[in-house]
């Protein structure tokens, strides 16, 4: 990668989080996690990491009575304790972090403010975003975009279970190619499956370069860095 970032921002969803179970935070991925993001720091990169909340609650597996308005909230209030946990996780291995949350829930997680996770990542933390934009009917992947454009971010990294952006459905079709690079607008053309895309257009829009990369293994996220893994998505 030509140009080395100085602040990322990594989006994880919650089943990932949840391990084999998808189901609370899984304490062998939390530490490979602390551990990747501590060497990343030692190399002079801040880190804020968007956590989904399927792990906990996901809206579109919500019980048939329950509206979808709230099925969406308690989603969001689920990514809030992803990043609990997950930044709890993180102190306890000796890297230190805070959680955040766009939903307010100042009993238990600090209410997100821009000023207050710049003064985190000065001091040298590692700040999880967790309520996803407070907003029903937006994913945690389109949160993930607007705190890194708002961040001022260099990078946005997706991490995934898959390594990177194919040319089709690699569970589909075996002849199924990795590509090294793509633009948003090839991106489109070809149908290629990024992310939700309302979140897509609005990094198109920003201009914000992305990494989609397999992060289920230990030392992934310095290979994304190095541009060694995963697809990089960049404007035109």
């Known amino acids: ?5 100085k602040r990322i921002l990594l989006k994880v969803s919650g089943e990932l989080l949840g391990g084999e179970q998808g189901r609370g935070i899984d304490s062998e991925i939390a530490r490979y996690l602390a551990a990747d993001v501590k060497a990343v720091q030692e190399q002079g990169v801040q880190v804020l990491i968007v956590t ?3 792990n906990f609650y996901r809206g579109r597996d919500k019980d048939s009575d329950v509206a979808l308005s ?5 989603g969001m209030l689920g990514s809030v304790m ?6 709890s996780a993180c102190n306890t291995n000796g890297v230190p972090a805070v959680a955040m949350s766009a939903v307010e829930v100042p009993q238990f997680v600090k209410t997100f403010r821009v000023e207050s996770a710049e003064s985190a990542l000065k001091a040298g933390k590692v700040v999880m975003l ?6 029903p009917g937006f994913t945690t992947d389109t949160a993930g975009v ?10 946005l990294l997706k991490g995934t279970s898959v390594d990177g952006v194919y040319d089709k459905n690699p569970q589909e079709h075996e002849d199924a190619v990795r590509l090294e690079t793509v633009t948003y607008d090839e991106a489109l053309e070809q149908e290629l499956h990024v ?3 309302t979140a897509f257009a609005l990094a198109r829009d920003k201009k914000l370069p992305m990494v989609v990369f397999d992060v289920t293994k230990p030392g992934q996220l310095q290979q994304a860095l190095a541009g060694s893994i995963g697809t990089r998505v960049e404007a035109n």
């Open 1 to 5: 990668m030509t140009n080395s970032p």
């Open 52 to 54: 989904g909340g399927g």
């Open 70 to 74: 709230v099925g969406d909230r308690m």
């Open 82 to 87: 992803s990043a609990m946990g997950l930044a």
């Open 130 to 135: 967790g309520g996803g934009s407070a907003t």
């Open 146 to 155: 607007a705190f890194a454009h708002m961040l001022e971010c260099d990078l």
């Open 195 to 197: 992310m939700d895309m």
